[in-house]
C-alpha cells in the first residue's frame, strides 16, 4: 500500500501563486505515474494534470500554460507549481498514483487510472 500526503494549499487571490506538494511513502513510488485531480463543491472530481515515469507531462486545457507539475524522485515527492490562479480554480487538489499506464490522454485523464489517492489540501482563490 502506498499513502499520499498532499500539503501546500491555502487562501490567495486571483493571479497569485501556490506549489503544492504530494509526498509518497509506505512503497516506494518514485518512478510511478502521478496524477493531480480537484474537486470543487458541488462538482465531479476534475483532472489537472499527470506526470508520467519518464518526466513526461500532461494537462487539462483549463489548466494549460499556468500551471506545472514536476518531481523530485529522490524525495518521492511530486509538486503542483499553479499560477496566475484564478477563482474558478478553488477546489480540494488530490494527488493520484499508478505504477503502471499507458500514456495516452484517454487513460491519463481518467480517474480510474489511478490506485492511491490522497486526502486532498483545499485551494480557495478569492476575487
Known amino acids: 500500500q502506498v499513502q499520499l500526503v498532499e500539503s501546500g494549499g491555502g487562501l490567495v487571490q486571483a493571479g497569485d501563486s501556490l506549489r503544492l506538494s504530494c509526498a509518497a511513502s509506505?512503497?516506494?513510488?518514485?518512478?510511478?505515474?502521478m496524477g493531480w485531480f480537484r474537486q470543487a463543491p458541488g462538482k465531479e472530481r476534475e483532472f489537472v494534470g499527470a506526470i508520467s515515469r519518464g518526466g513526461s507531462t500532461y494537462y487539462a486545457v483549463s489548466v494549460k500554460g499556468r500551471f506545472t507539475i514536476s518531481r523530485d524522485n529522490a524525495k518521492n515527492t511530486v509538486y503542483l507549481q499553479m499560477n496566475s490562479l484564478k477563482p474558478e480554480d478553488t477546489a480540494v487538489y488530490y494527488c493520484?498514483?499508478?505504477?503502471?499506464?499507458?500514456?495516452?490522454?484517454?487513460?491519463?485523464?481518467?480517474?480510474?487510472?489511478?490506485?492511491?489517492w490522497g486526502q486532498g489540501t483545499q485551494v480557495t482563490v478569492s476575487s
Open positions: 493520484a498514483a499508478v505504477e503502471v499506464l499507458r500514456w495516452l490522454p484517454s487513460l491519463i485523464a481518467k480517474s480510474t487510472s489511478y490506485d492511491y
Open positions: 509506505g512503497r516506494t513510488v518514485s518512478s510511478g505515474n
